[in-house]
């Protein structure tokens, strides 16, 4: 499996974001990645109508 083609910057946001290492988020399966996005977005969703 090789690496996600995302740039450096754009590794370490996400990697802030969802709390995990850099090393992890690179070669996490794609498919994989853009469940844990979305389950940051509902959470966030859900906490910013809660307000």
Known sequence: MKPLQISP???IT???KLNIPIEQLMHMPQHILMKKLMEL???TTTS???E
């Open 14 to 16: 996400l990697s802030k």
């Open 41 to 43: 977005e509902q959470k």
């Open 9 to 11: 910057e754009t590794a």
């Open 48 to 50: 910013s109508e809660k």
